[in-house]
Every structure is written in C-alpha cells, then in structure tokens.
C-alpha cells in the first residue's frame, strides 16, 4: 500500500477513471466568488493521504483551502503529508489560514520525530495539532469534527468513506445538522 498511512491507503476508488464523484467543474470558483462569509466557520475536511491521488484532485484541494482561508474559516482535518490533506493544507497555509491537524498516537513513533507524517505546516508552529488517543479511530474522527459548522469530503479511499459515511448516518439520525457537501 502507497502512501503515508499504511493502514488507511486513501487513493480515490475512481483514480483511473477520469470521473470525480465529490469536485464538480467550477466548484472552487463558484465559492470564491461568494466573498468572505458573515462569521468564520470551522470546517472539517475529509480527503485521500495518499502519494498517488491524481493532480485534479489534489489541485482542487489547494484550491479548497485557499478559499476557506481567505474567507477566514478555519480548516480541520487529517493532518496527511500528502494527497488532498496536504494540497488543502498548503492552500491554506499559502492563503495565511488557521489549520486544525488531528493524528491519532498509533502514528507516533516516538517523541522526538513524531510530526514526520503530518504536513510540514504542523512543524513550523503555523497550525494547531490535536492527538487522538484511544484503540480505534473513535476518538479522532470525533476531534475532527468537534465544533464544526460544516463538512466537506474531498476524493479519497476507505477512511474516507468510512468518515463520510459515519456523519451522513448522524446526521439522518439527528445526531448533527452541520451540512455535508
């Protein structure tokens, strides 16, 4: 398995297929035009951590966290050194945004060198670092939500899905009302 997690190989399904489920044409520049919102939101960002996601869509993850940062909204997500993490990571970090990182501590190896696998952003102290604890992702895809005003899921592979998934059952079972897009 590619990528930076093992574990969690979040290459989009459709990768070889030339068709995208979640970016639609257009998408970022319809956002963009919308202007800066009337309050900053949190926003929790769902997408692949693999080496191998295809340019489009990492390219319209930049995008994505360009335009959350310049609209003031801060960005939460997986933290990923790579695919559309780390696009929308540098997007915002390049937009001078507010990034949210949560790992989970089975990724740490140890103290020293243990934001090895998180974006450089989380290194240079221009981002906020959370560390999910616990035997199961529980407790991370609950941080990573914690407090958000919104959802977006960008192309990525099994963890993705299963993140998506999970909300969109909360939500229909009224655990949540933040929209999911």
């Keep these: 398995m590619a990528g930076n997690n093992a574990a969690n190989d979040d290459t989009p399904a459709d990768a070889g297929?030339?068709?995208?489920?979640?970016?639609?044409?257009?998408?970022?520049?319809?956002?963009a035009a919308a202007g800066r919102a009337p309050r900053p939101l949190r926003v929790c960002c769902y997408g692949s951590s693999s080496s191998r996601t295809p340019a489009r869509y990492t390219d319209a993850a930049y995008d994505?966290?360009?335009?959350?940062a310049r609209?003031?909204?801060?960005?939460?997500?997986?933290?990923?050194?790579?695919?559309?993490?780390?696009?929308?990571n540098s997007g915002a970090s390049d937009s001078g945004g507010r990034?949210?990182?949560?790992?989970?501590?089975?990724f740490v190896v140890?103290?020293?060198?243990?934001?090895?696998?998180?974006?450089?952003?989380?290194?240079?102290g221009g981002a906020e670092l959370l560390l999910a604890t616990g035997n199961?992702?529980?407790?991370?895809?609950?941080?990573?939500?914690?407090?958000?005003?919104a959802l977006v899921v960008l192309?990525?592979?099994?963890?993705?899905?299963?993140?998506?998934?999970?909300m969109a059952c909360a939500g229909h079972l009224g655990?949540?009302?933040?929209?999911?897009v």
């Design 17 to 31: 297929t030339g068709t995208s489920p979640v970016v639609a044409p257009g998408a970022a520049e319809r956002v």
């Design 64 to 68: 994505l966290g360009s335009i959350l």
């Design 71 to 88: 609209r003031g909204h801060t960005c939460v997500n997986g933290a990923g050194s790579s695919g559309c993490m780390a696009a929308m």
């Design 99 to 106: 990034i949210v990182g949560v790992i989970h501590e089975k």
């Design 110 to 124: 140890d103290g020293s060198d243990w934001l090895e696998g998180a974006h450089s952003v989380f290194g240079r």
């Design 136 to 149: 199961d992702l529980q407790e991370r895809k609950r941080l990573l939500v914690r407090d958000a005003d």
């Design 155 to 166: 192309p990525g592979g099994p963890g993705t899905w299963d993140e998506l998934w999970e």
């Design 175 to 180: 655990f949540h009302s933040m929209p999911i």
